[in-house]
């Protein structure tokens, strides 16, 4: 595990579209000073997944981004790549733990989610419609004879 996890799983968890946050901030959520390349070197932020870049994998594989990034006044503020876009978005990369943290491409977690909630009966047709013509005849005559007491019910009250 990443000694920048922790930072991961709280991008994560964030919903925000922007996340400001200080250096020291970021030190309290790792448990741990940040190298002195992150205060003298703002490079150290970029936004590189490069093999030595485990500190931007991080914020990367959390779908955040650096930017503003402020040496002397030691803050920066961390913006999500793209937006959610609910259970339509895209299928994301995240890494399960009952595989041993594998990468692999997965379905939101939400399709599927009412799964075992009702049942529909063997043999029913799905595609068949709800009312038979007579049915329908019936509904249409039902609000025909409401609308025309609704009329006449307006039409008393302009008298």
Sequence with gaps: MSKYQPLAEFLKRSSASQVPMTFAEVEALLGTRLPVSAYEHPAWWANDAGKSHVQAKAWLSAGYETGQVDKHGKKLVFQRVAQRSGIAEDAREFMHPENGGEKKLERHPLIGCMKGTFTIEPGYDLTSPIF?????????KE?????????QGMTSHKG
């Design 132 to 140: 038979t013509d007579e049915e329908w005849a019936e509904i249409e």
């Design 143 to 151: 609000m025909e004879e409401d609308w025309d007491q609704i009329e």
